[in-house]
């Protein structure tokens, strides 16, 4: 059975506490946190901290920083792996599950002039494994996992589907790296996202949803009932993170409190 969380940055209330309550009774099982550079993740313990012994639930963090661990520069991909050891590192203190990160974020397109990408195919894989090799190495020490998220064409050139992800985590051999799926980037990248996911299945090991216009499920054209059925049969029984945006016309309140009963219709009784 898939529970439900919301990024907490959608979530009304000044602190983690108030964002829970409203979590709650909006009938989420989770609050998915998100983890900015300059170690500002690991600086806000004492509040999780605080925010964990009130009971709220926080099992995974999205990463939320200007560069990746895949990045051309050297120095770039430094801090990207340090940064994300030590969220991996935090989340494991909360008793959550584990980090989500995409190879890099807006770093380079290949459907954007010069078209070329300054790294080789063979050298953009090297610099994958190396990164999902120390990152899991850490993982596995902390008893969490790294979640590696494919991205549309247009956000990243390196891991935009499913079977591309899956290969480097077969490659790296580790069970602390797992799959990050995002219904959002599957809906560009897959020609049949339920087919895509029954395929990578073992390698699943988080998801974030959205509708196909990035805005919050329901208010798109995408098939819930395909899509979360497949994940059913896949055996995922993790969360269904929340990472979107509110449709305009929307009121903040009500439409996050329509995901999770419009996730449980679609899905047939498996979301809770």
């Known amino acids: 059975?898939?529970?439900?969380?919301?990024?907490?940055?959608?979530?009304?209330?000044?602190?983690?506490?108030?964002?829970?309550?409203?979590?709650?009774?909006?009938?989420?099982?989770?609050?998915?946190?998100?983890?900015?550079?300059?170690?500002?993740?690991?600086?806000?313990?004492?509040?999780?901290?605080?925010?964990?012994?009130d009971?709220?639930?926080?099992?995974?963090?999205?990463?939320?920083?200007?560069?990746?661990?895949?990045?051309?520069?050297?120095?770039?991909?430094?801090?990207a792996l340090a940064q994300l050891t030590s969220q991996l590192s935090v989340i494991a203190e909360l008793g959550g599950v584990g980090a989500q990160t995409p190879a890099s974020y807006g770093m380079f397109s290949r459907r954007l002039p010069p078209f070329t990408p300054p790294r080789s195919a063979e050298q953009d894989r090297?610099?994958?494994?190396?990164?999902?090799?120390?990152?899991?190495?850490?993982?596995?020490?902390?008893?969490v996992t790294l979640f590696l998220e494919p991205l549309n064409r247009y956000e990243d050139h390196m891991v935009n589907r499913l079977e591309q992800a899956a290969e480097l985590i077969r490659t790296v051999g580790l069970d602390s790296v797992r799959i990050g799926?995002?219904?959002?980037?599957?809906?560009i990248e897959e020609a049949d996202p339920p087919a895509a996911i029954l395929a990578a299945a073992p390698?699943?090991?988080?998801?974030q949803v959205s509708d196909s216009?990035?805005?919050q499920p329901g208010a798109g054209h995408l098939d819930w009932s395909a899509w979360l059925g497949s994940l059913?049969?896949?055996?995922?029984?993790?969360?269904?993170?929340?990472?979107?945006?509110?449709?305009?016309?929307?009121?903040?309140?009500?439409a996050l409190a329509s995901i999770p009963p419009f996730l449980a219709a679609r899905a047939g009784g498996t979301v809770r």
């Open 181 to 187: 799926i995002d219904s959002y980037h599957m809906n």
């Open 232 to 254: 059913d049969s896949a055996g995922y029984d993790g969360y269904l993170a929340v990472e979107c945006r509110l449709a305009p016309e929307a009121e903040p309140a009500e």
């Open 55 to 79: 009971g709220v639930v926080m099992p995974t963090v999205c990463v939320d920083m200007l560069h990746f661990f895949a990045a051309f520069e050297a120095d770039l991909r430094r801090d």
């Open 213 to 215: 216009n990035r805005y």
């Open 126 to 143: 090297d610099v994958l494994l190396d990164g999902l090799t120390r990152l899991g190495e850490h993982a596995r020490a902390e008893g």
């Open 203 to 207: 390698y699943i090991g988080h998801a």
């Open 1 to 53: 059975m898939f529970k439900t969380a919301c990024q907490e940055q959608l979530l009304p209330g000044e602190t983690l506490q108030h964002k829970w309550e409203f979590a709650q009774e909006a009938g989420y099982d989770g609050i998915e946190l998100r983890g900015k550079s300059d170690f500002h993740f690991r600086d806000r313990l004492p509040e999780l901290r605080r925010a964990k012994a």
